[in-house]
């Protein structure tokens, strides 16, 4: 039996690689079978599962698309693999990526840029570009990306996929070669709101080897199980603010499109205020320059690897640079640790209007994904990008990315945010809108 499903999966992953040739999702495929050694029976039996170069699987290349580790095989399992593995989860590969998670186009990666299947010529979001494109052309059932202001998010809106980045804690972050340990959370890709629930529920849950974990009633987990459609009551909140920052106009009528088509289903839509919204991307920037400074110093070519200085792309230098220059004593109090306060301020704002809604609903980017090979010359253009998905990282709170429409054929997303550890009802709210169709 288990040679039967690894003599149909190996023909599946050749015909993948046939494929990425004009995809390049992936910078690793397990040919040799390491990942799937023994293969279990479990919730994700004979689904095929892709997992981002910076989450550890034994046995395979975790590079982060960097020259830096390009001859790094992870000696272990990360806390979610290990969790896939043991529910019959097929690990197919190793995704490609911004190098480093450093960027929100897919195209800083050293192992080359990666396509949009959904959108070919453009760029598929990052840096979770791999996995949210692996999704969309169908390689996979499901994979595993990693969200620091919107990694995971971003791509799954450029890529017509459903992407979920949990409440802080409530994935484990063990085994994840992160950008900012604060911020960053993995979660899951799929095509349809169960399967994404159905992946979330199995990485989720405590873990002792990571102090960032939560250790939560084993009901919370449930998310594929506790899975409602049912809008009838759901108090939604768009923030007016929106609106000034939204800056494609198709985009704008797609969002207000999805509005109506959730108030049709009986939800009660709500118009908000986030006055700070506008200091969320500023604030996350850097918060994120210090963390990945610090995170980065490791990478001295001694332990393994090279310095990373001296191999890295322009984008990580940029953010190691900012990071050494923030972080030194003269200048911390001005920028970090006035970023800090301001972190605090967010969270606070956000917190008081989801009190009085059940969640907030809204755009995921402001614009459309540009042409690959676009030059963009100035960081803060790419950075726009953001705008709308930092704030759930700085305040540590759920959200997630459901197909919501095409502009000028290319996918949008809708995004949902909830309260801290209120993921169940983000799926919800998710999955209602994804039905809205099929009812």
Known sequence: MENRIETRINAEIEEIERRDREINSFIVLDKEGTARKEIKKGKLSDLKIAVKSNICVEGLKATCASQTLDNYIAPYDAGVVKKIKENGGLIVGMTNMDE???????????????????????????????????????????????????????PASHCGVVGFKPTYGVVSRYGLIDMAMSL?????????????????????????????????????????????????????????????????????????????????????????????????????????????????RKYDGRRYGHKIEDVCGEEVLRRILLGSFISQKEYSGKYYKKALMARSLIRKEISDVLSDVDVLVGPTVPKLPHKLGTKITDPMVMYAYDIFTVTANLAGIPAGVVPCGKVNGIPTGLQVVGSALDDQKVLNVMYGFEKRDNL
């Not at 897919?106 to 192992?111: A, H, I, L, P, R």
């Open 100 to 154: 480093f998670a450093c960027g929100s186009s897919g195209e800083t990666s050293y192992s080359g840029q990666v396509h949009n299947p959904a959108a070919m010529g453009h760029i598929p979001g990052g840096s979770s570009s791999g996995s949210a494109a692996a999704v969309a052309a169908n390689f996979v059932d499901g994979a595993l990306g990693s969200d620091t202001g919107g990694s995971i998010r971003n």
């Open 184 to 296: 960053e959370q993995i979660g899951p890709f799929a095509r349809d709101v169960p399967t994404a629930a159905l992946l979330l529920e199995v990485i989720s849950g405590h873990d002792l080897r990571d102090a960032t974990s939560l250790n939560l009633n084993r009901d919370f987990y449930k998310f594929s199980e506790h899975l409602n459609p049912d809008l009838n009551g759901i108090k939604i909140g768009y923030a007016l603010e929106f609106d000034g920052l939204i800056l494609d106009e198709g985009i704008k009528r797609v969002i207000h499109k999805a509005l109506d088509e959730l108030n049709s289903r009986g939800a009660e839509v709500m118009e908000v205020n986030l006055p700070n919204l506008e200091i969320a991307l500023p604030t996350y920037y850097l918060t994120m320059y210090v963390e990945f400074f610090s995170a980065t």
